[in-house]
């Protein structure tokens, strides 16, 4: 069950990263195109690739974030920052009022 799940992300990965350099690339080939105008159909595709590129490189800050968030709280945790603060929880106290 986990080599299926591992071979279709590894797929899934794939297929994002051909359709960004795909997206690049069109939008490098057709940076100079005769415009014919408000209706062009190249400039509303290399709109819908610019968003597209857009998105992905959002989701791929997201995802650097929350992946750096356990190694932080790691670094936190081994180095001891914060130690001083004293909460009900670290002094497992009941509050049964």
Sequence with gaps: MHKGRKLLSAFLALAV????F?????????ADHHCTGEHCPVC???????????????????????LMRGTF?????????????STPVSLRVKLLN
Excluded: N, Q
């Design 73 to 85: 709280s790691r670094i936190i945790r081994a180095f001891h920052i914060f130690s001083g603060i």
């Design 22 to 30: 795909a997206s690049v690339s069109f939008i490098v080939h057709e």
């Design 44 to 66: 509303a595709a290399i709109a819908v690739c610019r968003t597209f590129i857009g998105t992905l490189c959002l989701t791929a800050v997201l995802s650097v974030c929350f």
């Design 17 to 20: 990263l051909c359709t960004f």
